[in-house]
């Protein structure tokens, strides 16, 4: 499989939590009623490789490539990653950047303390 280089404007880009053997995917974005949408999502392959502002992927021959503007994410493997959130305090910041009202139906979280 190729390996393809993603790289980012800006080093906070890249979230911190990505590592080496994470799944990349991308979706294409567009605006609908003043929030960003994402359309169909792609699994573009295993990361190989994370450093500054880029990730590295093996991605097959066959599978488009991403664009510019197009939103990369990952995920976990969930044999590895089974842990809960530890410690003592969390913090979550919830915004609506849109000029319509919005509601929030439901917000859940699991916490384990680590001690």
Do not use: W
């Not at 990730?55 to 488009?64: L, R, V």
Request: net charge negative.
């Amino acid at each position: 499989m190729p390996i393809i280089n993603l790289a980012f404007d800006q080093n906070d880009l890249v979230q911190d939590s990505v590592q080496i053997g994470d799944i990349a995917y991308y979706t294409s974005t567009s605006t609908v009623g003043g929030f960003t949408t994402g359309g169909t999502i792609v699994e573009m392959g295993s990361i190989t490789a994370v450093g500054g502002a880029s990730i590295s992927c093996n991605i097959p021959a066959s599978t488009p490539r991403p664009t510019t503007g197009d939103f990369i994410l990952f995920s976990k493997d969930n044999r590895v990653n089974m842990a809960s959130i530890t410690g003592y305090f969390a913090e979550i910041n919830l915004t609506n950047n849109s000029t319509t009202e919005a509601e929030l139906f439901h917000v859940s979280g699991e916490i384990v303390i680590s001690s």
